[in-house]
C-alpha cells in the first residue's frame, strides 16, 4: 500500500509530497542561480526573489483551488460552510496554475521593489522556466504517493499495470495514471529548455516555450483526468480552456519573434 507519509519526526508526520516539494524548490534554486550568474547578473537576486515568489505561489495555488472549487450535486461548498478551512493546504487543494500566477505577481513585484532595468522582468521568467517546469515534474510524484490527479477508470484487466494505469486503494480500482503522463512530459519540455536556454536569440522565448508545450500537454491530460475544477460545469474545465488560450497565445508570440528575429540583450550585472 502506498503511503503519502515518509517518516515521523516528534511526532509530526512528514510527508512525501512535502520533501518531494522541498527538493524541487532547492534544485530550481540551483538551476536559477547558475543561469542568473552565466546571464552576467547577480545570482543572489534569485534567493530574494524566491522569498517573496514561494509564499505568492502557495497562496495564488490555494485561491485559484478555492474559486473554482465546484462541490458534487447536492453537496454543501466546505469553503463557503468553514471559510477559515480555506487555509487548511494541508489538507490538499493547490493548483499549478494558480501558483504560476502567484509566481509571476512575485517577479513583477521585486522588479518594481529593486527598480531594475526594463526588461529584467522577462529576464527572470526566462531564467526560473526551467526551473518551474522541472518543479512540475517531480512534484507530479508527489501525486502519485498521495493517490490524486488520476484520470478515468480502467476497466481492461490487460491495460491495469503501471505507468499506463494506477490502482487507487480508496477506490480499490485503476484509473489512468494522468500524474505520470504530465510528469514525463515535463520532464522532456524541462530538458528541452534546458538546452534552449543556452541558445535563446530573443528575448520572451524561453518563458514563451514553457507555457506552449506546457499548455499543449495539459489540455490534453486535463481532459482525462476525474478531479478537474469546471469553468462551466461538466461542460469547461478551468485548467483545460487556460491551457488552450496559453498554448495559442504563446504559439503566436513565438512565432511574431522568430519574424521579429530581434537579438537578445544581457542584462548588466546588477
Known sequence: MVSPIAFSLG??????????????ILIGVWLAMRETKRRGMDPDMIIDLCLLAVPLAVIGARLYYVIFFVP????INPFAADPLSILYIWDGGLAIYGAVIGGLIAVLIFCRW????????????????P?????QAMG???????????????????????????????ENAWHLATFFYESLWC??????????QKRQRTRGNVILWYFFLYGIERAFVE????????????AVRVSQALSLVLALAAGALLWYNNRRKKPLEQAPPE
Open 187 to 196: 520532464f522532456v519540455v524541462f530538458g528541452f529548455l534546458l538546452w534552449y
Open 11 to 24: 511526532g509530526i508526520n512528514v510527508h512525501w509530497y512535502g520533501i518531494i516539494i522541498a527538493a524541487a
Open 72 to 75: 458534487q450535486p447536492g453537496q
Open 140 to 170: 507530479r510524484w508527489g501525486n502519485f504517493f498521495n493517490q490524486e490527479a488520476y484520470g478515468y477508470m480502467v476497466t481492461d484487466p490487460a491495460m491495469q499495470w503501471f505507468p499506463f494505469a494506477v490502482f487507487i486503494q480508496r
Open 223 to 234: 481532459g482525462l483526468r476525474t478531479d478537474s475544477l469546471w469553468l462551466i460545469p461538466d
Open 114 to 129: 529593486r527598480k531594475l532595468r526594463t526588461g529584467t522582468f522577462v529576464d527572470f521568467l526566462d531564467i526560473l522556466a
Open 131 to 135: 526551473s518551474l517546469i522541472l518543479g
